[in-house]
C-alpha cells in the first residue's frame, strides 16, 4: 500500500482522565491522525472524541496495552500509515515531539540502518527533573541526538510501518509490563536498530509511586496487578533465548531485590503477596499456547512463536 499517511498516532485509553483525552485532541489537532483503542471509558469522553471524529475502536473488555496497541497497529497500517507512535493515556507528548522523531529517524535510514524503532527519553511527569535513558547504551548509531540502546518504553516508540512488517506486533498474552522491551529485542533480533532520541524530552507518569533511593529517584508500583505482570512476565523474557543472556540474568536477579518493595509499598499488601506468588508460577509455565522458542517470531493475536 501507498503510504497516506506519514504518521499516525496509536492511543490507548483505559478509565482515562480528562488530561487524556486533551492529549488526544491536541495530537489531533497537529495532523497527527490518531487511532484511540478504548479498553474502558465513560460515554462523556467517548463522545468528545466522536464529536472530535477520531477514528475509535472501543473494546467490551479490557484486553490489555499489548493487544490494544496491536488493534491500533493493525488500524493504522491498513489505512496507509509509513509510520505508527505509540502512547499511552499518562503521556503528553509535546506537539513537535511526532515530528522531531520523524526527522531523526529519516537521519537514522539515511545512514544506512535498518531502523526498527525510535523513541524520545521519558521525563516522570512527577519528578520533572529526573530522566533515564530505559536501557543501556550499546553503541552502533550515536551522535549528539541520538543512542543506539536495548530497549526503549512503549509509549512514545515510533515504528516505520517496515519494522512491523518484518518483526510484527505486541506479545498480546504479556497484557502490561515488559512490551516494550520485548518488541525491541525482537528487533534487534532481527537485525534493526533501536535508536533513543536523546534530545527529545516526553513527560510521562512513570508508575504510581516515587522514592528516593541512595540519591536517585525510582519510579514505582503499587498496585498488585502490575506486581503480578511484572514477576510474570519478566520470568517469561529471562526464559526466551532470543533475548541477551547478561539482560535475562540481570533482570531476575533484579526481580528477586524488587519483590520485598512491592510488598512494603504495595496498595494492597495481602494481595500483592498472593500476586507475586502467582506471577512466580505463572512465569515458569510456558503461555497459553506458546512455546518460548529461540526464534524472534511475530508475537501477536494472529501467529505463534
Not at 512488517?165 to 534487534?188: K, N, P, T, Y
Not at 533475548?243 to 494481595?271: C, G, M, N
Request: net charge positive; charged share 20%; proline share 6%.
Amino acid at each position: 500500500m501507498i503510504p497516506v499517511f506519514p504518521l499516525r498516532a496509536v492511543v490507548v485509553l483505559y478509565h482515562p482522565d480528562d488530561g487524556a483525552i486533551d492529549m488526544v485532541l491536541a495530537i489531533a489537532s497537529h495532523d497527527y491522525a490518531p487511532v484511540v483503542v478504548a479498553n474502558a471509558i465513560d460515554s462523556a469522553k467517548l463522545a468528545r472524541l466522536r464529536s472530535a471524529g477520531i477514528d475509535l475502536i472501543v473494546n467490551a473488555t479490557n484486553i490489555g496495552l499489548a493487544a490494544a496497541f496491536n488493534q491500533g497497529i493493525d488500524h493504522a497500517l491498513a489505512s496507509g500509515a509509513a509510520h505508527v507512535m505509540l502512547l499511552d493515556q499518562d503521556t503528553r507528548p509535546a506537539p513537535d515531539m511526532a515530528t522531531r522523531l520523524l526527522a531523526l529517524a529519516s537521519r537514522v535510514e539515511a545512514s544506512g540502518r535498518r531502523l526498527g524503532c525510535i523513541g524520545p527519553v521519558p521525563v516522570d511527569r512527577k519528578m520533572p527533573d529526573a530522566r533515564t535513558l530505559a536501557a543501556t547504551i550499546t553503541g552502533g548509531v550515536r551522535d549528539a541526538d541520538l543512542a543506539e540502546v536495548a530497549t526503549i518504553i512503549s509509549s512514545g516508540m515510533m515504528i516505520p510501518r517496515a519494522a512491523i512488517e518484518a518483526v510484527g506486533g505486541m506479545w498480546d498474552e504479556l497484557f502490561i509490563d515488559q512490551i516494550d522491551h520485548e518488541w525491541c529485542f525482537r528487533a534487534s533480533a532481527a537485525g534493526l536498530a533501536v535508536i533513543a532520541a536523546t534530545s527529545v524530552p516526553m513527560p510521562h507518569d512513570m508508575g504510581d509511586h516515587g522514592i528516593k533511593l541512595f540519591g536517585r529517584y525510582k519510579p514505582v508500583h503499587r498496585s498488585p496487578v502490575r506486581h503480578f505482570h511484572i514477576v510474570r512476565n519478566t520470568l517469561w523474557l529471562a526464559r526466551c533465548s532470543f533475548i541477551p543472556r547478561r539482560w535475562r540474568l540481570a533482570e531476575t536477579v533484579k526481580l528477586a531485590a524488587r519483590i520485598p518493595s512491592y510488598i512494603l509499598f504495595s496498595s494492597a499488601r495481602s494481595q500483592t503477596l498472593r500476586a507475586v506468588a502467582r506471577g512466580v508460577f505463572d512465569g515458569m509455565t510456558a503461555p497459553p499456547g506458546r512455546t518460548l522458542s529461540s526464534s524472534p517470531a511475530r508475537m501477536s493475536a494472529s501467529s505463534t512463536s
